[in-house]
């Protein structure tokens, strides 16, 4: 495989996926619904316009057999009055209307069988439709609910990768207060030992030599008059 097909079929890949993630399945079965439902109201609409054009047919040949007993009528009428060549008019016209009609016969029936074709490719088609709807549904509710699991899942993963972040932070926090703590210890024991200056006591290295000497000056003082009140 060249080099130029290989990226063809690279971006072909990277395009698919990204159609993957834009498609929504439900759109897709909705408007796949939706334009079965309107190829249905087609077929109905035909069925609908066979069943006019049959009843316009069937006024029509009404008519021409009006027509065609008031000819006939006409006929007898003219052969009482002597009128045969009336009656033979009468008759030819009656004749040809009568065609007329059996042509119109013709045409009802089979508008009539088109009629029951349409009808029946209607029951079909409403119920492969309706067949199509429940599974529609179906499908729906179970990306939704695939969906619905994806996102937990994910919103679970997404909590646990955080709290490992915060986990590590906290780890961190607890070593840095450990050693703060071990800090501010040693440093309190070499200001008790005099190894380092506390700052925040007042005075400098003589001020407390005299004072570490005022107060041993008076522990002498007081043990002094504790012995001559006892005698001692």
């Given at each position: ?57 069937q006024l029509q040949r009404s008519k021409l057999m009006q ?88 919103s679970v993963s997404g909590i646990s990768e955080e709290m ?69």
């Amino acid at each position: 495989m060249s080099l130029f097909n290989r990226m063809e079929t690279v971006l072909k890949a990277k395009m698919n996926k990204i159609v993957n993630r834009m498609e929504d399945p439900r759109e897709t079965l909705d408007y796949s619904y939706e334009k079965q439902l309107e190829m249905l109201q087609g077929v109905k609409r035909g069925v609908a316009d066979v069943a006019t054009s049959k009843k316009r047919l069937q006024l029509q040949r009404s008519k021409l057999m009006q027509s065609i007993d008031k000819l006939a009528g006409q006929a007898r009428a003219a052969i009482k009055s002597d009128r045969e060549d009336l009656a033979r008019l009468a008759l030819e016209r009656k004749g040809a209307l009568e065609v007329q009609a059996q042509g119109l016969d013709q045409q009802i029936a089979d508008l009539g069988k088109e009629q029951d074709k349409l009808v029946a490719a209607e029951k079909r088609l409403s119920t492969k439709v309706e067949v199509f709807r429940t599974k529609k549904e179906t499908i729906k509710a179970q990306y939704t609910a695939a969906e619905a699991q994806v996102n937990i899942s994910e919103s679970v993963s997404g909590i646990s990768e955080e709290m490992a972040d915060v986990g590590l932070a906290v780890e961190r926090a607890e070593n840095k207060t450990e050693d703060m703590k071990a800090r501010a210890s040693a440093l309190d024991e070499l200001i008790d030992t005099g190894t380092l200056d506390d700052i925040t006591s007042s005075g400098d290295d003589i001020d407390r030599e005299l004072a570490k000497i005022s107060a041993e000056s008076n522990v002498e003082t007081e043990l002094a008059k504790l012995r001559q009140e006892e005698g001692k």
